[in-house]
């Protein structure tokens, strides 16, 4: 694979980025630079292209940062599966005819200029951290992102896994992201490598993300910890309720992962939420084991023909539940 002269620093550079986290976070900063493959984000099967139009050219689509030439398409043909007739108009190979693969039409060529500088921008922020690598650290912040979720109700902070930001940490939709979760938005700016590229999403080093991480661990508490948790114990029913040793083996190694990430995100969140959570954790049992003797006692009164008594009861007993145990994640019950 062909990579810019960028992306082979970025292999090799020496990674100090820390922020002043402490060793593990900054092995865990540095553990993904064996980087994967990474691919540029492709629209479908290219629907978009049109005989006529010009678009912006490279002979490789993974070597980030390299320049881009106009091309223009000159005869689509269905019958030839992934290929389009273009003719180059600019450098060595001007006037040239030729069948390519349509992954080398990157853009539009009016876009060609935004879309290298947000490749530029990218590698720049990958060369002060990135992490592609399933690590603790990796871990811990993809959770606590998912954990935000229990607060925003969509998913705007992730990790990117894959493509030009792959490792970096990105927030789609920044304003709507910063109305829901209180962020600070010139904050975020002022990061070392930030930007915020051609469609309008931000895009960081993974340095920040963890520095992300810890603010919303700071200011979510109960509900990151909660889902961790709960994801935590999923893990362990899969354990008990499976008898396939493969997937036995491949749940424990998951339950591994989690506790050291969980042991993570303890450190960055307030003993004060733990406690609080774990009594919320022992309140929903309580619950469950009230509801389940009262679910008996329904039963039985429907097999003695109380029906309109049983139905009474389980009205009530439903909206009690519902209320007590997913009031604290803001949903709605209906009745």
């Not at 810890?214 to 709960?230: M, T, Y």
């Not at 362990?236 to 506790?259: G, M, N, P």
């Not at 003993?271 to 329904?298: F, G, K, M």
Request: glycine content about 6%.
């Amino acid at each position: 694979m062909k990579r810019s002269p960028l992306f082979s620093q970025i292999e090799h550079a020496e990674h100090g980025h820390t922020r002043g986290i402490d060793c593990l976070i900054e092995r865990g900063v540095n553990s993904g630079l064996t980087s994967g493959r990474r691919d540029v984000r492709l629209t479908g099967e290219k629907s978009w292209l049109s005989e006529g139009k010009r678009y912006a050219y490279r002979e490789s689509r993974t070597y980030y940062g390299a320049p881009v030439t106009p091309v223009e398409v000159i005869k689509l043909e269905p019958r030839i599966k992934g290929k389009v007739r273009v003719v180059h108009l600019e450098g060595d190979y001007s006037g040239l005819k030729e069948w390519v693969p349509k992954q080398r039409l990157l853009v539009p060529w009016s876009e060609a200029d935004a879309l290298c500088a947000d490749e530029r921008r990218a590698l720049a922020a990958a060369d002060i951290s990135y992490c592609t690598e399933q690590t603790a650290l990796k871990d811990a912040v993809d959770w606590v992102f998912s954990g935000v979720c229990q607060v925003s109700r969509r998913e705007y902070v992730v990790i990117g896994w894959t493509g030009l930001y792959n490792g970096l940490l990105r927030i789609r939709d920044l304003d709507e992201a910063v109305h829901a979760l209180s962020l600070d938005r010139d904050k975020l700016l002022a990061e070392p490598g930030a930007f915020i590229d051609r469609h309008g999403e931000y895009v960081a080093p993974f340095s920040t993300a963890v520095w992300l991480a810890q603010d919303f661990c700071r200011r979510f508490p109960v509900q990151i910890l909660s889902h961790v948790r709960e994801k935590e114990e999923d893990c362990c029913q899969q354990i008990a309720q499976s008898s396939d040793t493969c997937r036995v083996r491949f749940y424990k190694e998951e339950l591994e992962l989690q506790r050291q990430a969980n042991a993570l995100i303890r450190q960055w969140c307030h003993e004060v939420a733990w406690n609080e959570v774990d009594e919320r954790i022992v309140l929903r049992d309580e619950i469950l084991y009230l509801r389940n003797l009262l679910e008996s006692a329904i039963r039985t009164m429907e097999s003695k023909r109380l029906k309109a008594e049983a139905a009474s009861l389980r009205k009530e007993l439903e909206a009690r539940t519902c209320v007590s145990l997913r009031s604290d994640r803001g949903e709605e019950c209906k009745q």
